[in-house]
């Protein structure tokens, strides 16, 4: 049967205009009941769900139990729905564990669209800008140098640098956030990773899942839910210590964000909008920095050096280029205009292998429509960020590694990109982000050249893993030291 939208939903979208949205798109044939759970259960999700669009089209249904999820694949409709329609895609599902594994839905990234969640996204949006003008590229190239001691005492050994990365990444959040850093083989920072990627796994398996689609199984015993429920508990009594030592520190940083959050907390108590912000948003803004902010920066960095395994004239001509625009120098921030083919590297990596390559999903908040198609509320928006970057009307040759393609035509390319997702739920951690992406990738590549260090000197695998994060398949590198050494000076301060 047909269903007509509301009129915001009729207004627009490619091929909407003045013409009535159609139903729900079309999508591939579910089974009974269980509608395409076999589809959802697929290793490598991203990349199937964008082999679908090539037989369904770039927008498509499939159903889960009781859940109808729109699958979209291209930037034009993931555009159209994340920025055009934002108010009307800002929602994000609300579930049974979601709710369990965010503090009752107090984070900001599975948090639902409301006015609390838009003063408390405002708050750590607002203090993350202002930190990052005053103190983040500080705090990146340190954490830059203590990665190069430590690629030096390998002593040019073959290594897999992943947790090296994990560790660089976790210490620019954990500074940030409560002014902590770790060494690699603290134990507390291994709990941390353990149980914030045991939860990030746990809760994206099919066990947990389906308790949502399926409320009956509720009632059985679930191992994997039990261990999510500790996992949980264990995550929670970390971060819970630290904000309280944190609170009763004599030398509180002013712009640490724990203290501008606190602050800010404080002042919502009197606001005149009546939002009260808790301790439970502050706990549960520190665990999306940390779970939005670690495993994506060092996934991402591990894939930056695949690739440049796999085409090394790359490295040579970002190092060429730095060379001749730094003479010698560590590179600032601002230098990025300057440095045009470090700028595509970035780029082509963050095109290729979006490591949050199907975002977090959004739910319709009222009927819409998305190229046409009638999405009724409450419809979960699936924005398939990798099929968008391999969309062939749209990049050519998207399967190949061409940074190039970034400098081609004034390098506007880079609008297409999606990696950070768009309109209200934009990576909230974006510019953090963006400069750690640029300080490490220069560090590491104007200290030492890269060499595969596998066994038999074999190339990285680059299809990868896809759970919630895209992630390379474990390879060893070799850093070789540049014999840069003798010329190093600290740039000037940042213009
Ligand atoms: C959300 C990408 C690094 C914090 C997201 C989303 C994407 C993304 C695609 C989902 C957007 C949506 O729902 O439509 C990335 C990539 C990163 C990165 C590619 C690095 C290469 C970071 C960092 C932080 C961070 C460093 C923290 C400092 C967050 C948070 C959200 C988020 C809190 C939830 C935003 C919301 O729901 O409003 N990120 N991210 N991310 N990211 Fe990132």
């Given at each position: 049967s047909r269903r007509t939208a509301s009129s915001s939903a009729s207004?627009?979208?490619?091929?909407?205009g003045h013409f009535l949205p159609r139903g729900l798109p079309p999508g591939p044939r579910g089974l009974p009941?269980?509608?395409n759970i076999l589809d959802l259960g697929q290793d490598h999700l991203p990349a199937h769900l964008t082999q679908l669009a090539r037989r369904h089209g770039p927008v498509y249904t499939l159903t889960c139990g009781s859940s109808t999820l729109v699958v979209l694949n291209s930037s034009d409709v993931i555009k159209e729905a994340l920025v055009k329609k934002w108010s009307d895609f800002a929602g994000r599902p609300v579930s049974y564990t979601g709710s369990l594994v965010s503090g009752g839905g107090c984070s900001v990234s599975l948090g639902d669209y409301s006015e609390e969640w838009r003063v408390q996204r405002r708050l750590v949006h607002q203090t993350l800008q202002r930190y990052s003008h005053s103190r983040l590229q500080a705090l990146v190239e340190r954490q830059a140098l203590v990665l190069r001691e430590v690629l030096i005492g390998y002593n040019g050994r073959a290594v897999d640098l992943a947790e090296d990365f994990t560790v660089a990444a976790s210490n620019v959040i954990t500074t940030l956030t409560f002014e902590k850093e770790y060494e690699k083989e603290s134990e507390e920072l291994q709990q941390l990773h353990s149980c914030l990627n045991n939860i990030v796994s746990l809760w994206g398996s099919p066990w947990i899942s389906a308790l949502d689609s399926f409320p009956l199984l509720r009632k059985l015993p679930n191992r994997p839910f039990s261990r999510l429920l500790k996992e949980v508990a264990r995550r929670d009594d970390i971060i819970g210590r630290h904000i309280k030592e944190y609170k009763l520190r004599?030398?509180?940083?002013?712009?640490s964000i724990t203290s501008s959050l606190l602050k800010g907390i404080e002042q919502s108590i009197g606001s005149e909008d009546g939002v009260r912000l808790t301790d439970t948003h502050l706990h549960m803004a520190t665990v999306d920095l940390l779970i939005g902010g670690t495993e994506t920066t060092a996934a991402w960095l591990s894939w930056t050096l695949a690739f440049l395994l796999h085409r090394p004239q790359v490295q040579t001509q970002v190092y060429e280029e730095m060379c001749g625009v730094l003479e010698g120098r560590y590179p600032q921030y601002s230098d990025r205009p300057r440095l045009p083919v470090l700028g595509a590297l970035i780029s082509e990596v963050l095109r290729l292998?979006?490591?949050?390559?199907?975002?977090v999903p959004h739910r319709a908040l009222r009927d819409s429509s998305i190229a046409g198609y009638f999405i009724p509320k409450d419809t979960v928006i699936i924005p398939n960020l990798f099929g968008a970057h391999h969309d062939p009307s749209v990049w050519s040759e998207p399967h190949s590694f061409r940074p190039e393609r970034f400098l081609e035509?004034?390098?506007?390319?880079?609008?297409?990109?999606?990696a950070f997702g768009g309109?209200?739920?934009?990576?909230?951690?974006e510019t953090v982000a963006r400069t750690e992406l640029f300080l490490f990738t220069a560090y590491l590549l104007r200290d030492f050249l890269f060499l595969p260090g596998g066994e038999g000197a074999g190339l990285p695998d680059l299809e990868g893993e896809a759970s919630v994060v895209l992630k390379v398949k474990s390879y060893k590198v070799i850093a070789v030291p540049r014999p840069l050494e003798a010329d190093l000076v600290v740039g000037p301060p940042d213009q």
């Open positions: 207004a627009g979208g490619p091929g909407g009941f269980l509608g004599d030398n509180q940083s002013e712009d292998r979006p490591v949050a390559p199907l975002a035509g004034g390098g506007g390319r880079a609008r297409d990109l999606l309109g209200a739920r934009l990576c909230l951690g």
